[in-house]
Structures are given as C-alpha cells and as structure tokens.
C-alpha cells in the first residue's frame, strides 16, 4: 500500500513540476527598471525615462529578466523576451492593455512626438522585479 502512494506522490510531483506557471499579478512591491543597452556596456536610468511601464500581472518566470523594449513609429512599441528558450513578441500602443499570455502591462509615453525619432535608435530593456 505504502509503494502505491508513493508512486502517486512522485506522480503528483512530475505533474507539478510540468504544469505552466501561471501570472502572478503584481503588488505594491514591484519596481521597473529601464536600461539603455550599448555596445560595450549597459546602463540604469534613474530619471528621465521617455516612457513608463506600469505592470498588472507578469509570468513569475519573467520576474527580474531583462526585456528589449522598442519604440516603433509613433504611438507603437513592441517588447521581446525569451522564456524557456523561446523568444515571445508582443507589439502594444502607449496608452493601451499590452497583453498575452504571460503579461499585462500599460506603457505611457512621456516625450514629444518631435523627439519620439531620436529615441527608437536606442536599445532599450526593461527588468520587473520584487523589492
């Protein structure tokens, strides 16, 4: 009787551990980070930051890794991460619900369309995380 459970508990634990994780929606705890990525170095910003992300809910896998974050034409973003050895693109407007499968988010945009150009040359990257 003790192997038949024991054989369900491994069971339980393979199913477990295969099953997706699902989003965790975002608390008060959350902090964004933005970085500029160059060539030989990449660096925090701190203030002054062309655009704001605001997070509803995130895949707990994504948690502290690092997404690029690309302006397009103006009003268009779009936002690539890699989960599981698969690279995910998700393409938003500012202003509006950015969401798949494995988040939700809200970016606004906080320049002038007249300096929206001199922006998209950058390469952006975005980090969420827990404090």
């Known amino acids: 009787m003790?192997?038949?459970?024991?054989?369900?508990?491994?069971?339980?634990?393979?199913f477990?551990?295969?099953?997706p994780k699902k989003p965790q929606f975002v608390g008060p705890n959350?902090?964004?980070s933005y970085f500029i990525q160059g060539r030989l170095r990449t660096v925090e910003l701190l203030k002054s930051v062309p655009?704001?992300?605001?997070p509803y809910y995130l895949n707990s896998a994504l948690f502290g890794e690092r997404m690029n974050f690309e302006m397009g034409y103006a009003p268009h973003f779009r936002i690539k991460y890699?989960?599981?050895n698969k690279e995910y693109v998700v393409d938003g407007v500012f202003g509006d619900s950015c969401m798949n499968a494995d988040m939700k988010l809200i970016v606004t945009n906080n320049i002038k369309d007249t300096l929206f150009a001199n922006t998209r040359d950058i390469n952006w990257l975005i980090q969420i995380s827990n404090r």
């Not at 003790?2 to 393979?14: E, G, R, S, T």
């Not at 477990?16 to 099953?19: F, Q």
């Not at 655009?51 to 605001?54: G, L, R």
Request: aromatic fraction near 22%.
């Open 2 to 14: 003790k192997k038949y459970f024991f054989i369900l508990f491994l069971l339980i634990l393979v």
């Open 16 to 19: 477990i551990s295969c099953y």
């Open 30 to 32: 959350t902090k964004v």
């Open 51 to 54: 655009f704001k992300v605001v």
């Open 82 to 84: 890699v989960k599981e």
